[in-house]
């Protein structure tokens, strides 16, 4: 393996740290993925919304302290500033959680754009060495004029390799905060419906 990365010239030096980088994001965002699948409690959140629609504020102060679900930190934002503005509360705090989902997700995504390019620029130096040899050692040594090709070969196929790899955890952690999204506007409107229906029956 060490050989085939000296083989690669010395642009297998970025293309390592993309990978390393790459690495290091996925399994970031898997662990942040598992605790958050583990922290959601779909119940205390459907029970959240029966009680707001008896107004029972007190008991969901109660049942919700200390509770990490983001869908359930949400409302309880929404819950605590309704007085307000109960949407731009909640709207602030999903801002933050979405923020926290997206973490890291950027460079992810440029290491899946970099790589292929380093593995082009690797190429390109790569055919460049080879036809430096062929000027001056001529068809008589085409072992080293092979090496260069070799090593286009090598840095090419490393940097597609960290792209391809990378591109399937990055569109799945992307389906994930799209859901997230889409979870956290459908229980935010729920709360937000419940609440008006209160204000209305207590101005009635």
Request: aromatic share 8%; glycine share 6%.
């Amino acid at each position: 393996m060490w050989d085939l990365f000296e083989k690669g010239g010395p642009v297998m030096y970025p293309l390592l740290a993309c990978s390393i980088m790459a690495l290091a994001v996925v399994i970031d965002r898997t662990i942040f993925w598992i605790r958050s699948s583990l922290r959601r409690d779909q119940n205390l959140v459907n029970e959240v919304l029966e009680l707001s629609q008896n107004a029972d504020w007190e008991s969901i102060r109660e049942k919700t302290v200390g509770n990490k679900d983001y869908i359930i930190k949400i409302l309880i934002n929404g819950i605590l500033h309704r007085d307000f503005s109960m949407i731009k509360a909640m709207e602030a705090a999903a801002a933050s959680e979405m923020k926290r989902m997206r973490r890291f997700m950027g460079v992810l995504d440029t290491m899946i754009t970099v790589a292929p390019l380093l593995g082009i620029f690797g190429t390109v130096l790569g055919i460049i060495s080879s036809f430096e040899i062929l000027g001056s050692a001529g068809i008589e040594h085409p072992r080293e004029v092979t090496a260069g090709i070799a090593q286009a070969l090598i840095t090419t196929a490393t940097g597609l390799g960290i792209a391809i790899l990378s591109v399937f955890p990055y569109n799945y952690f992307n389906s994930r905060v799209e859901n997230a999204a889409l979870l956290i506007e459908a229980y935010a409107t729920s709360l937000e419906i419940i609440y008006e229906k209160l204000t209305q029956k207590a101005c009635d």
